[in-house]
């Protein structure tokens, strides 16, 4: 509550901007007894500046701090997704549509045309969202449940932006045979199947053989959704610095599961000269055997034209490491290896974070692209295409185009179905479908 009289919003302002808080919404809520009631968005960076906060606050005359919420915490509650049906159910004529008796006759044309579940059922409007909680966000290994909520992000995504459905499945092992077998007997039930957040290197064993024995389109979005936002990202990069990227060397720090997708999709494009950098030496020696080469972090800094780093480290890259003209994709979340402004300062040309280069750009439009097709996988010139197609719709100054435009996910999900047809992946508009 805050005292209804000249100066005292101001106090409290004055008094939030003092402890380097960003001030978001203030909403007046209601009237009482002299005061009004109000609420108000702070962003914070941690719970010692809330103590902070709260105790600067309780210093102010007419001014009490009624209660703080989470507005994040908030929205969560109850979860952020469900299961709602796509048709009428008002009458017994509908139910006897929708099930019993006539729901028979679907059924009875899919045994005699078994690939008409694709057009009967929602089988092709349906992505498992398949994790161990091995590799949840920046938090590392925090099981399946504390990963719940960004698998119900995804889903959310995948609904919102192109029209499909998410559905997430737990895997709660390790072990990438018995996480593979799992998925490969709910398989029937699912169009597609997007693995998330299974740490390496189990998520290469497990994708390997998912697309070697599903029909279906698999794809490990940490690996190659990251990679086809990344690829997006450097083709309006090297634009306007007037450099063709398959002239560039490019360095890696991090061959992690981002890093080593982001290092194949740039290869299969054509970049010829990978350098990269990892602590874990079973990543380096995979890294070696793929084409790449291994060096030291001051190595990758002196020799790459661009730098894409993946590590989960905050502050790792020093600024006296980065090199005049250079690009440079700091891509751990929440914070980046180096900040852009200090890369820019030390003499990049483009540098920006996570926050600019999101998966989300890309793996909703190439799901829904291949499920479109019936693709059986999705390949690299699928990948390609819709990174080409990303990088289109970026405006001027820009290097990728914002998160939530509709018409660039439509295109992607239509460069895909396209890249599917042409390239193999899935059979020609005439040919008879999976």
Not at 355 to 368: K, M, Q
Request: glycine share 10%.
């Amino acid at each position: 509550m805050i005292r209804d009289e000249p100066g005292y919003l101001g106090r409290l302002a004055m008094a939030l901007g003092d402890e380097g808080v960003r001030i978001g919404e203030i909403v007046r809520v209601r009237a009482s007894g002299g005061y009004f009631v109000r609420d108000l968005e702070l962003y914070l960076d941690s719970d010692q500046q809330l103590e902070a906060i709260l105790k600067r606050v309780e210093k102010l005359e007419g001014i009490v701090v009624q209660a703080v919420l989470d507005p994040v915490l908030e929205l969560h509650r109850g979860g952020k997704i469900r299961t709602r049906t796509t048709v009428p159910l008002e009458t017994i004529g509908d139910l006897r549509k929708v099930y019993t008796p006539g729901v028979a006759a679907v059924c009875n044309e899919i045994v005699a045309h078994p690939e008409a579940v694709w057009d009967y059922t929602a089988l092709g409007r349906t992505v498992a969202i398949v994790t161990n909680g091995t590799a949840i966000l920046g938090l590392g290994n925090i099981g399946v449940h504390a990963g719940l909520p960004v698998m119900e992000g995804k889903a959310v995504l995948l609904d919102r932006l192109v029209g499909l459905s998410g559905i997430p499945i737990l895997i709660p092992t390790r072990e990438a045979r018995t996480f593979a077998e799992t998925v490969i007997q709910i398989s029937p039930s699912f169009g597609a199947i997007k693995i998330e957040d299974v740490a390496a290197p189990e998520c290469f064993e497990i994708e390997e053989r998912l697309d070697r024995e599903l029909p279906i389109p698999v794809m490990h979005d940490d690996q190659h959704g990251t990679a086809v936002v990344v690829l997006a990202a450097l083709l309006n990069a090297t634009e306007e610095t007037g450099e063709r990227l398959k002239h560039l060397t490019v360095g890696l720090i991090g061959l992690g599961a981002a890093g080593t997708g982001i290092g194949r999709l740039l290869q299969s494009f054509g970049v010829k000269h990978l350098v990269g950098t990892d602590i874990n030496q079973e990543a380096m020696r995979r890294f070696e055997k793929s084409g790449g080469e291994p060096m030291d972090l001051a190595g990758v800094m002196r020799e790459g034209d661009v730098i894409v780093a993946t590590t989960g480290v905050p502050g790792l890259i020093p600024a006296n490491l980065v090199r005049e003209r250079q690009i440079v994709l700091a891509l751990s979340n929440p914070n980046p290896e180096i900040r852009p402004q200090v890369a820019l300062e030390a003499g990049a040309r483009f540098a920006v974070d996570g926050r600019f280069v999101n998966n989300a750009l890309g793996f909703p439009g190439i799901f829904r692209g291949a499920l479109d097709a019936r693709a059986r996988e999705i390949n690299d010139p699928m990948k390609i295409a819709a990174a080409r197609t990303i990088a289109q719709f970026a405006e001027p100054g820009e290097i990728v185009p914002p998160l939530l435009d509709l018409a660039v996910h439509e295109a992607v999900a239509s460069a895909v179905e396209k890249a599917a047809r042409t390239s193999g992946a899935a059979p020609h508009a005439e040919e008879e479908p999976r």
